[in-house]
């Protein structure tokens, strides 16, 4: 009889040009054992998901996890030799009780009074995923913008364990984890003290460090903002991040930490695939009802969702019938159905005016 023990598999593959990333675990549960993958471009955000609906017994589960690797090695993937391989948590999914600070949208009208006001700093805004990282005793742990525990890059767990006991919160951009506020220190809570305090702590603990060696990356606040803004322009970047310098963390929607993004995105919720590499997004309306938001291209290297999937679609502006200029994102498996609404677009595309003429009379 085998022994019963978490197992793991981090395959890739490069079929027809792909560069792909398939993790297998098998992992206790409280019940019982379950089957839970991750895949995706090497060096993108995986998608997860599980191939037990409910735990089962270790056999059962055994079985369905060779059976998986089996499957994927039959199409073409491989035992990875480089990469990015991610960690087996059997407490993935579980409620953490973390509540983060999310950011308030702001027009570039209330932006230009932000670059003049010396009460605030900004940051670039990085276009990943939320992640908070906190570490006990060595031990890492991720999680999402929902409070739930994640599966994070092995390679973080060397990185972070240096620290002893801390918490940080960033976004994860690939194999990088790029850090802007510090929540916790040395059993110590910070989230009461201003951000200012805390980014001071941040920066302090960073640079006893070597960050360069690891996957770690500083987002750097500047007191300077409308050269800033400037840089972000030019180089196409999402936009900035206003931080009230002494304000503190609070959870949930805040006024104090506020985003100005030159393009906007947001969650929709597929409707049906097309023909060719694209499918119909929508949104739910007021009353809950989905309306459809036209048509997104699917890049070649990303899977084509399927309806009811909830996907993250970058835009120039919304015109009231569909997205101008959209740009595929990938899926978003961190935010409920109901909060793929309406209420999320920002940029919406102003009317166009009617030349004035100038009254001449007849000759």
Excluded at 88 to 107: C, H
Excluded at 117 to 139: C, H, S, T
Excluded at 258 to 283: A, E, H, W
Excluded at 325 to 346: L, S, W
Aim: proline share 4%; net charge positive; charged share 25%.
């Amino acid at each position: 009889m085998a022994q019963e023990s978490s197992q793991s598999r981090h395959l890739w593959s490069t079929v027809a040009g792909a560069d792909k990333l398939y993790n297998v675990f098998l992992r206790p549960k409280a019940s019982g054992w379950v089957v839970d993958y991750s895949n995706g471009k090497r060096g993108g955000i995986p998608q997860t998901g599980t191939k037990t609906a409910q735990p089962v017994a270790y056999a059962e589960a055994l079985k369905i996890f060779d059976a998986l690797v089996r499957s994927k090695i039959k199409s073409g993937y491989g035992e990875i030799d480089s990469g990015q391989a991610y960690t087996a948590s059997e407490f993935a999914g579980r409620a953490t009780g973390l509540e983060v600070q999310l950011l308030t949208a702001i027009d570039e009208a209330r932006c230009m009074e932000l670059v003049a006001d010396d009460g605030w700093v900004a940051q670039i805004k990085e276009n990943g995923e939320r992640r908070p990282v906190f570490v006990k005793d060595g031990v890492v742990t991720g999680s999402n913008r929902s409070g739930l525990l994640v599966d994070i890059p092995e390679a973080w767990t060397a990185d972070f364990s240096q620290f002893g006991n801390a918490g940080f919160d960033g976004e994860h951009v690939g194999e990088k984890y790029f850090v802007f506020d510090l929540l916790e220190l040395n059993g110590e809570d910070l989230r009461s003290l201003p951000f200012a305090a805390r980014y001071l702590r941040l920066t302090q603990l960073l640079e006893n460090r070597i960050i360069g060696r690891t996957h770690i990356r500083l987002v750097k606040a500047h007191a300077t903002k409308e050269r800033l803004l400037n840089y972000v322009r030019q180089h196409n970047l999402e936009g900035l991040v206003f931080k009230r310098l002494m304000a503190p963390y609070g959870a949930g929607r805040s006024e104090d930490a506020l985003k100005f993004k030159l393009t906007d995105s947001v969650t929709c919720i597929v409707v049906r695939r097309n023909q060719q590499r694209s499918v119909v997004v929508g949104l739910l309306n007021g009353q809950g009802v989905l309306r459809e938001c036209g048509n997104v291209t699917i890049p070649s290297d990303y899977a084509v969702p399927d309806p009811d999937d909830l996907v993250e679609v970058r835009f120039l502006y919304f015109t009231g019938k569909a997205f101008e200029q959209p740009v595929y994102q990938g899926k978003r498996t961190d935010i409920p159905r109901e909060d793929a609404r309406f209420g999320q677009i920002k940029r919406v595309k102003p009317p166009i005016k009617e030349p004035v003429v100038m009254y001449q009379p007849a000759a």
